[in-house]
């Protein structure tokens, strides 16, 4: 059974930085499509960042510059960097996670506030 837990959200001020942290774990393989989505009250939810099997990375607009996706040596493990935070960053965090035959699973998501 596939898990994935998250961690490092929380409260900071703006202008601050924050990492999370997502490990999936019962995954077929260790190289996976694993990304960041956030969801702030009344939007839909969006991607913030992603990092393909192949290492290949995006970013929304509103994040380039200020986040960083990356792996840990950890299997099955990505974070993101946030970095100058900004209130309209506020919302929850959700890790996907997408696996070689295309199953999709999500975190139970994190809290990220920026306060002024």
């Known amino acids: 059974q596939v898990q994935l837990a998250e961690s490092g959200g929380g409260l900071v001020q703006a202008g601050g930085s924050l990492r999370l942290s997502c490990t999936a774990s019962?995954?077929?393989?260790?190289?996976?499509?694993m990304a960041w989505y956030r969801q702030a009250p009344g939007n839909e939810r969006e991607l913030v960042a992603r990092m393909t099997r192949s290492g290949a990375m995006k970013y929304a607009d509103a994040v380039k510059g200020r986040f960083i996706i990356w792996r840990p040596t950890v299997p099955n493990t990505v974070e993101l960097s946030m970095n100058s935070l900004k209130p309209e960053d506020s919302g929850v965090y959700y890790c996907?996670?997408?696996?070689?035959?295309?199953?999709?699973?999500w975190g139970q998501g994190t809290q990220v506030t920026v306060s002024l």
């Open positions: 019962g995954m077929r393989t260790t190289d996976n499509y």
């Open positions: 996907n996670v997408q696996d070689v035959i295309g199953d999709i699973y």
